[in-house]
């Protein structure tokens, strides 16, 4: 079972893991070794989130979810298979628990009086500056 926020837990069963072998540098073991880890989560089939949940994660995260509602990542950093499986996990638990959090609600403020009145004096101050520019004067 993982645990990605506070009362949600989604049990491994759930997540499909494939491998493939990854690109880059590497040597023999790139040829032979399949260690890039694909993780693929369908989002509207787990049961282990309500209809709210599955909706916040389709909104926060709709570019990395495919339109099947699949939620892909992959994970080719390391050279062994299990350290990228551990990666891969993680950062999709990470993904989740970050979508799952709830936004604090806004409360709206008002500038002080004190700052209504810094800003309008500098307003004042900047336009005596321009202001004495003025045009050049012709000396005849």
């Known amino acids: 079972m993982l645990r990605i926020a506070d009362g949600v837990t989604i049990s491994e069963d759930e997540l499909e893991l494939t491998f493939a072998r990854s690109s880059g540098p590497g040597g023999q073991n790139v ?3 399949s260690t890039k880890v694909v993780l693929r989560f369908s989002v509207p089939a787990s049961p282990s989130l309500s209809p709210g949940q599955k909706q916040l994660i ?3 995260l709709g570019r990395r979810i495919d339109a099947g509602g699949i939620l892909r990542l992959t994970c080719q950093k ?12 993680a950062r999709f638990v990470e ?4 979508a799952l959090k709830l936004q604090p609600e806004r409360v709206p403020t008002r500038p002080s009086a004190a700052a209504r009145k810094r800003r309008l004096e500098s307003k004042r101050r900047r336009s005596l500056v321009k202001r004495s520019r003025g045009a050049a004067q012709s000396e005849e």
């Not at 993904?95 to 970050?98: C, I």
Request: net charge positive.
């Open 78 to 89: 390391h050279r062994s298979q299990g350290a990228n499986r551990e990666g891969v996990v």
């Open 31 to 33: 040829n032979k070794v």
């Open 58 to 60: 389709v909104a926060r």
């Open 95 to 98: 993904l989740l628990a970050g």
